[in-house]
């Protein structure tokens, strides 16, 4: 159980960075008085719906990879390259609230570990099998 609790870390940095997007994405609401239910608003607030609409949609893949490549391979090396994911997607979330043109470092940063994790975890699973 030691080595789960590194890849438990980083699970709950990325739900925390999630989180941000979500609480960020619901203060520009207000902040551009842009009344529920409705998406519709100036451009600089869509840039904080965007930003969390994206995260959720990179986390559905991100979690289950770091847990498949942790059984797979190692909890350590998830753990390794998982940190990069929550530090990517804030960078991502941060860059894109200024513009959208600065959200490429956070999105550059966060998506090799998705790739790493869903390729790695196959390659893993399938050298066990053999």
């Known amino acids: 159980m030691g080595d789960l609790a590194y890849p438990g ?33 100036p451009e600089e607030y869509m840039r904080y719906v965007r930003a969390h609409q994206n995260t959720l949609e990179h ?6 990879g770091l847990w498949l490549f942790a059984m797979a391979v190692s909890p350590l090396w998830a753990a390794g390259i998982g940190i990069f ?7 991502y979330a941060l860059g894109y609230y200024r513009s959208s043109d600065k959200r490429m470092i956070g999105l550059l940063i966060s998506m090799p570990p998705i790739y790493i994790f869903v390729l790695g975890s196959i390659i893993g699973f399938v050298m066990k099998l053999l």
Do not use: C, N
């Open 59 to 64: 986390l559905v893949l991100f979690l289950p």
């Open 9 to 41: 870390i980083v699970s709950g940095l990325a739900l925390l960075a999630y989180y941000f997007t979500l609480y960020q994405s619901g203060m520009a609401r207000g902040k551009f008085d842009v009344p529920a239910p409705s998406h519709e608003g």
């Open 85 to 91: 994911w929550p530090i990517g997607r804030m960078l």
